[in-house]
């Protein structure tokens, strides 16, 4: 492995023991932040996420890869029907609330639609998707969803970049 000092790059083979840089090189990829929903037995279930890509037009597909880690991954693995919404900067409190808590929607305008599936109000997109296909993918689920409903609306983009939040507003 080489070290970083200045500004010169930090060369290394991804292992077991090093994890921590491999997470920040991937951090280096600026994105989008999203909180995606479904119901539950528990009650409506929450968790922020960034690994979001749209895949296809026809059909309307788009993919999401929760951790399999998480306390919340048994409600993700098995949900047939939930919602990705991409979050504005002004709702940078609700990607902190869910990544602290699954059922953070108290302090949330949000509705339930015809599946079970909470809608948080607001957000700069909404994917109401159907799920599609799901495939192993390390540590993660790679969930290929059908998008059956969506909405958007104008503003500036909640970020995450190098482990922190930050803003994108259009020109």
């Not at 932040?33 to 890509?53: H, K, L, M, Q, Y």
């Not at 026809?58 to 949900?79: C, I």
């Not at 940078?92 to 909470?118: K, M």
Request: glycine share 8%.
């Amino acid at each position: 492995m080489t070290m970083q000092t200045a500004n010169h790059p930090v060369t290394f083979e991804p292992a077991s023991e090093n994890t921590r840089l491999l997470r920040d090189a991937f951090g280096r990829f600026a994105t989008g932040v999203t909180i995606v929903t479904t119901g539950s037995e528990d009650g409506p279930v929450g968790i922020t996420a960034n690994s979001f890509s749209s895949v296809s037009l026809e059909p309307p597909l788009v993919l999401w890869m929760p951790d399999k880690g998480s306390r919340r991954f048994q409600y993700f693995e098995a949900a047939e029907h939930y919602a990705i919404h991409v979050l504005s900067h002004e709702q940078a409190e609700i990607c902190s609330g869910f990544a602290r808590n699954a059922q953070a929607f108290d302090q949330l305008t949000y509705r339930t639609d015809a599946n079970g599936v909470p809608l948080i109000e607001n957000c700069l997109a909404r994917f109401e998707c159907r799920r599609h296909a799901a495939y192993e993918g390390g540590d993660h689920l790679i969930v290929l969803g059908e998008v059956v409903q969506a909405e958007m609306r104008s503003g500036d983009a909640l970020t995450f970049f190098a482990g922190k939040l930050g803003q994108i507003t259009p020109q």
